[in-house]
């Protein structure tokens, strides 16, 4: 599978992360993965599998009297610890995303994933918490941040929910590069030759790099990192790299498709590139890539460009900027609400396993 062992060149000078929890996969790996993702998908997947039958069946004995979050937060994080030896930094779980329009469930969902990393024994520079984009979850950011909780602000598709995890102090964002929908329905793949200059949501990308690379110039302020997400073909996870992301959030099927590509160095625009000390301190466009952030083909005629912009304070009013401006935009509404009802139903999957759990033990 990995003959080519020369596919990490491909996204220098961007991390590789591993989008899947199965410690068997990450160890086959050429490279060692700078973080683990996850999703509630995920989580679902890989708490059936054989080899966590015995784990979970206990964590449902200590934990039928507390319910199934409890049950379902220690599943998830014990997960996580299978798999902590395998990376160079952090494992990220997503909080409960029917819950991401209830701040105080938000806070809740984060810290008992805290409680949880702490009784095993992992750091809170090892994990993440994964948090919607929504006005009321990241408003929950900040708190987070106080207690060292370190949060990533999920499903982001335009550039008002970039500038809201900003001012919620949020460590990552991920910007969904393709939708949720297009994995499963190709006519809603843009499917395109150079995906760092073609694809739809290259110009958004370029937007909100060049938003933080000027936030930090301005302010001195560190902003979120950039973990692209969201890829179907290799080439988009190489775009991610030429684009300036501080990660790439990779599947194992496209990291598998990496690996079979013949390396072409001649045909990557950031050969030989270093990975910068500081992703903002000194960014600028590639000259290729200019023109990129200049026209949104994803933007309705009728959004007012005063919706995006850095002036705004998102996080007021438990979010209602942020939720004013994602309503504004019909792409980023749908996008969302397309992603938490997917993971929703990763979600209550697992619920109803964990249920039945409680019955067999």
């Known amino acids: ?46 708490m059936s599998h054989p080899e966590n039958k015995e784990m979970v069946l206990q964590v449902c004995k200590d934990l039928k009297t507390q319910g199934w979050k409890a049950a379902y937060t220690r599943i998830a994080v014990n997960m996580c610890k299978n798999n902590i030896g395998n990376i160079k930094g952090r494992v990220l779980l997503q909080v409960y995303p029917n819950e991401a329009y209830d701040t105080q469930a938000v806070l809740a969902s984060a810290r008992a994933y805290a409680r949880e990393f702490e009784r095993i024994g992992i750091a809170q520079d090892r994990y993440c918490i994964k948090i919607p984009c929504t006005g009321p979850a990241l408003v929950a950011c900040p708190t987070l941040k106080g207690e060292g909780i370190a949060t990533l602000g999920t499903a982001l598709f335009g550039l008002p929910q970039a500038i809201a995890a900003s001012q919620a102090k949020c460590l990552y964002i991920s910007p969904y590069f393709n939708e949720v929908k297009a994995h499963d329905d190709l006519k809603l793949w843009p499917d395109v030759k150079d995906p760092a200059t073609q694809h739809t949501m290259s110009a958004r990308t370029m937007q909100i790099l060049e938003t933080y690379a000027r936030l930090y110039r301005e302010t001195g302020q560190d902003q979120p990192l950039l973990k692209q997400a969201s890829f179907i073909a290799p080439q988009e996870a190489m775009a991610a790299g030429e684009h300036g992301c501080h990660s790439a959030t990779i599947s194992p099927q496209v990291l598998d498709e990496l690996a079979k590509l013949p390396y072409d160095g001649t045909q990557q625009p950031g050969e030989g590139k270093p990975k910068p000390s500081h992703v903002y301190a000194n960014y600028q ?4 890539l200019i023109k990129v952030s200049k026209v949104d083909p994803l933007v309705a005629a009728d959004i007012d460009a005063k919706l995006a912009s850095t002036d ?13 401006a994602i309503n504004a935009d019909p792409v980023t509404k749908q996008r969302l609400a397309d992603a938490l009802e997917l993971f929703t139903g990763g979600l209550l999957e697992s619920k109803a396993k964990i249920e039945a759990w409680f019955e067999e033990v």
């Open 312 to 324: 705004i304070d998102y996080l007021a009013n438990v979010g209602e900027e942020l939720e004013r």
């Open 1 to 46: 599978m990995w003959g080519n062992p020369r596919i990490v060149c491909l996204l220098v000078p961007v991390n590789v992360d591993v989008d899947w929890m199965d410690p068997s996969y990450s160890k086959s790996l050429p490279i060692r993965p700078n973080d683990q993702t996850s999703n509630n998908l995920w989580v679902n997947q890989q």
């Open 285 to 288: 466009t590639p000259d290729r």
